[in-house]
Nanobody, 125 residues
């Protein structure tokens, strides 16, 4: 599976961006698809995930109510809509995929086999 994340950019606080993760080589619909981010000097952190088996979506507390993950089966993409962005959301955002991640490990980046290259999101104050 090859993943390509896109849609990053520079936005003012309170603005919105939509990231997209496109896949080649596999259909994503049954994969657990996660979004992670990494700010300079910090560890990669969980943003959210959509389960391939149940369709359930889980979010980090820091983005709950502001970010939305959706799956577009026709395009074989998973999108991350980010609203009301804050300067602390500034990071490189990565999408990740795995055929199955145990429920308790959905927020753990080490359990995902496939990663996109990352897209920079910068939120100015």
């Amino acid at each position: 599976v090859q993943l390509q994340a896109s849609g990053g950019g520079l936005v003012q606080a309170g603005g919105s961006l939509r990231l997209s993760c496109a896949a080649s080589g596999r259909t994503l619909s049954r994969y657990d698809m996660g979004w992670f981010r990494q700010a300079p000097g910090k560890e990669r952190e969980f943003v959210g995930v959509i389960s391939g088996s149940s369709g359930r979506i889980y979010y980090a507390d820091s983005v709950k109510g502001r970010f939305t993950i959706s799956r577009d089966k026709s395009k074989n993409t998973v999108d991350l809509q980010m609203n009301n962005l804050k300067p602390e959301d500034t990071a490189v955002y990565y999408c990740a995929a795995d055929p199955h991640v145990i429920l308790s490990g959905l927020a753990s980046p080490t359990l995902y086999d496939y990663w996109g290259q990352g897209t920079q999101v910068t939120v100015s104050s």
